[in-house]
């Protein structure tokens, strides 16, 4: 089994920046995808920003929400098995509750999430 360790978020202000960071232990071999999603009060669950493959000659890929992109790094450190997502000019529409998701194949493991709050 995977498991996930997140750490970061908190309330911040409109155009602040925040980095959030995920560690993950345990049986991570096959690691295929590791990154963050969001959930904000009635809407669905979205994905923010993943990293995927990566290894010692390989090039990771990343993706992102268009609604980050641009304003958002995510990185992964492949030798701690962590992940960073750096967000920058954050805005009150970034409110949510963040996860953490650990991909090995088909096989999701998720973070226990941390509030994100923006205040305008």
């Known amino acids: 089994q995977v498991q996930l360790v997140e750490s970061g978020g908190g309330l911040v202000q409109s155009g602040g920046s925040l980095s959030l960071s995920c560690a993950a232990s345990g049986n991570t071999t096959g690691f295929t995808g590791m990154g963050w999603h969001r959930q904000a009060p009635g809407k669905q669950r979205e994905q923010v920003a993943m990293?995927?493959?990566?290894?010692?000659?390989?090039?990771?890929?990343?993706s992102y929400a268009p609604s980050v992109r641009g304003r958002s790094t995510i990185s992964r450190d492949s030798a701690k098995n962590t992940v960073t997502l750096q967000m920058n000019d954050l805005r009150p529409e970034d409110t949510a509750v963040y996860y953490c998701?650990?991909?090995?194949?088909?096989?999701?493991?998720w973070g226990q999430g941390t509030q994100v709050t923006v205040s305008s």
């Open positions: 998701l650990f991909r090995k194949g088909a096989q999701n493991t």
């Open positions: 990293v995927f493959g990566g290894g010692i000659i390989t090039t990771p890929v990343t």
